[in-house]
C-alpha cells in the first residue's frame, strides 16, 4: 500500500521477548519500520523501564512515547509529569532511545493562565520529543503552526489526526478533509520543527479499515508525494 512505518501503542508491553521478536521478523520482511511506540505511564516508570527499554530496542523503535498523563490539576502537577520524563530520558538514553510526550485537548487547555503543554516543553530536556497530535490541538482552540514555531527541534513527530467543528464529524474525518492545514503544518515542522516522521491516525470511519488508510494515504500524496 505505501506506508513506511507504524507506532505501535500499549499493549506491545504485554508480548513475550519471543512474540516481541517475532513481530520484528514480520516488520522487517515487510519492509516497515516502527517508529516509536505509545506508553502508558506506568511503562516509563524506575519498576518498569528496562523491560520497556528491552521491547523498544527489540522493535527498532527511536521514540519511547507517553501516551498521557493522569488528569492533573495544577500546573505543579504537569511539573511533576515532566520530571518523569526526564528521569526517563536518562535511563533510555544510553540505550540510544529517546523519551516522548503526546498531546491531547488537557495539555493545551490552560490552567493557572498557562497552558500545561508549555509546561511540559519549558521543564523537559531538549531531548525529550513533544509529539503533536494535530486534532487534540485543533479542538482546544490552539494553532499547531504557532506551537511547532515556538519549539523548534522539539516537535519530531506528529500524529496526523484532522478534525471539523461540526459535532456529527470530528474526528471521523479523513485526512484533509477537516480544518487541519496540513501544508503549512508540514512546512513549519520541517523547516522548524525537526520533524522526522508523519503517523497517520484516524478515530473511526464511514469506510471499511483498508480502504480507510489507503484514502488517507492518497490524501497525504497528494501534499507529499512519493
Known amino acids: 500500500m505505501g506506508y513506511q512505518g507504524v507506532e505501535f501503542y500499549a499493549p506491545y508491553f504485554d508480548w513475550t521477548e519471543l512474540q516481541t521478536k517475532q513481530m520484528r521478523k514480520l516488520l522487517d520482511d515487510l519492509g516497515i519500520r516502527c517508529f516509536s511506540t505509545h506508553n502508558s505511564e506506568e511503562y516509563l516508570h524506575p519498576e518498569n523501564i528496562q523491560k520497556t527499554r528491552d521491547r523498544n530496542l527489540i522493535l527498532g523503535s527511536k521514540y519511547v512515547v507517553q501516551a498521557s498523563s493522569k488528569p492533573q490539576t495544577s500546573l505543579d502537577g504537569w511539573k511533576t509529569v515532566a520530571a518523569g520524563l526526564n528521569t526517563a530520558a536518562e535511563q533510555l538514553e544510553p540505550a540510544g532511545l529517546k523519551a516522548g510526550y503526546h498531546n491531547h485537548q488537557p495539555e493545551f487547555t490552560p490552567i493557572e493562565r498557562s497552558r500545561p503543554i508549555e509546561i511540559l516543553a519549558n521543564e523537559t530536556k531538549p531531548s525529550v520529543m513533544l509529539q503533536l497530535d494535530i486534532g487534540t490541538c485543533l479542538e482546544a482552540g490552539s494553532d499547531p503552526v504557532a506551537w511547532i514555531r515556538a519549539n523548534p527541534g522539539r516537535i519530531r513527530s506528529m500524529h496526523c489526526k484532522d478534525w471539523s467543528p461540526d459535532p456529527a464529524q470530528g ?23 525537526g520533524v522526522e516522521c508523519y503517523l497517520i491516525e484516524q478515530e473511526g470511519s464511514r469506510f471499511p479499515a483498508l480502504e480507510t488508510v489507503r484514502k488517507c494515504l492518497d490524501a497525504y500524496r497528494k501534499i507529499r508525494p512519493a
Open 171 to 193: 474526528y471521523s474525518v479523513l485526512f484533509g478533509e477537516g480544518t487541519a492545514d496540513f501544508e503549512n503544518i508540514f512546512a513549519a515542522g520541517e523547516s522548524v520543527g
